[in-house]
Each structure stands twice: as C-alpha cells, then as structure tokens.
Nanobody, 123 residues
C-alpha cells in the first residue's frame, strides 16, 4: 500500500490550503481514511477521518468548522480542505488508512501511513 500526500506549503494566518493523499495498492473504497498531524516536539495528533463511502466524517474539536475531509473513491484520493489557518496548525500532515476502526483518534488503529506533507502557517 502506498499513500502519497501533496499540496502542502506556506500560507498566512487566516488563509486556506487543500492537501491531498493518493492511495494505491488496495481497494480504496473499502477502507477508512484519516489525517493526522505532528508538530515539532509534539505527539502525532488526530485531525479527521472519513468513512468508506464518504458519508460520515469526524474531526478533532480544534478543527471542527475550519477543516473538511472528503474522498473521491473514483480517484483513490482523500482531501483535507483547511480554512482559517492559524500558526498553531503548522505541522507535518499525514494521511493514514485502516480497514477497521475501534478508536479513530488513535494512530495505532491505522496500518499504513504516507510520508507527510509540511504545512506552515506564518506571517
């Protein structure tokens, strides 16, 4: 399984950015897809997860209303639209996949990870 993130970069506070994760090597539509992030010196943190069909989404409290996760099963791609970005959103963002979920906020529930894409929010 390969997960490849793209779309990271630098943005000013209050700005927006959309990152993507292209998956290969498994039947994309049968797996949950999640986004996590990790800032320097901090633990990996849950951001959002989307169900197999895309009909259900869950977010970390600090991202609700600002971030939107979506997926396109025809393109084997999951997206994270990030709006109203803050300096504290600066981190490496990782996508991850899992076939079953017991605790979707736990990195240990996910079995494959991408290499990450850097998002920097700074003026």
């Amino acid at each position: 399984v390969q997960l490849v993130e793209s779309g990271g970069g630098s943005v000013q506070p209050g700005g927006s950015l959309k990152i993507s994760c292209a998956a290969s090597g498994r039947t994309f539509s049968t797996y949950y897809m999640g986004w996590f992030r990790q800032a320097p010196g901090k633990e990996r943190e849950f951001v959002a997860v989307v169900s197999r069909s895309g009909s259900s989404t869950y977010y970390a409290d600090s991202m609700k209303g600002r971030f939107t996760i979506s997926r396109d099963n025809a393109k084997n791609t999951v997206y994270l639209q990030m709006n109203s970005l803050k300096p504290e959103d600066t981190a490496v963002y990782y996508c991850a996949t899992t076939g079953t979920v017991t605790n979707y906020q736990s990195p240990g529930d996910y079995d494959y990870w991408g290499q990450g894409t850097q998002v920097t929010v700074s003026s």
